[in-house]
Nanobody, 125 residues
């Protein structure tokens, strides 16, 4: 059973940066296509970023494209989400998700079988 654990969330000011990490463990751990999603209070979960199984391609939501980057550290089974120039509207619980059957950087939550517990990001103005 694959487990995903997010870390790096916190409370920051607008314009600050945070780096979230998602570590995969358990089962036959290998590189999986991984996505990041977020859910703000009272809103639906939305896609943020994704990276293909080998890290060759990434996909970011329009709302974060010029501020966030997603990368893979295969040696550590870790996918990182670097978030710069944070805005109050980025406040949400951030989740990473992965799936062994995916190779591409998918943006649909239904494509992912494994999910982490989430990490809170709060951006104040």
């Amino acid at each position: 059973q694959v487990q995903l654990t997010e870390s790096g969330g916190g409370s920051v000011q607008a314009g600050d940066s945070l780096r979230l990490s998602c570590v995969a463990s358990g089962g036959r751990v290998r590189n999986y296509a991984t996505g990041w999603f977020r859910q703000a209070p009272g809103k639906e979960r939305e896609f943020v970023a994704a990276i293909s199984w080998n890290g060759d391609s990434t996909h970011l939501a329009d709302s974060v494209r010029d501020r966030f980057t997603v990368s893979r550290d295969s040696a550590r089974n870790t996918v990182n989400l670097q978030m710069n120039s944070l805005k109050p509207e980025d406040t949400a619980v951030y989740y990473c998700a992965a799936d062994p059957s995916l190779v591409a950087a998918a943006s649909a939550a239904r494509d992912y079988d494994y999910w982490g517990q989430g990490t809170q990001v709060t951006v104040s103005s």
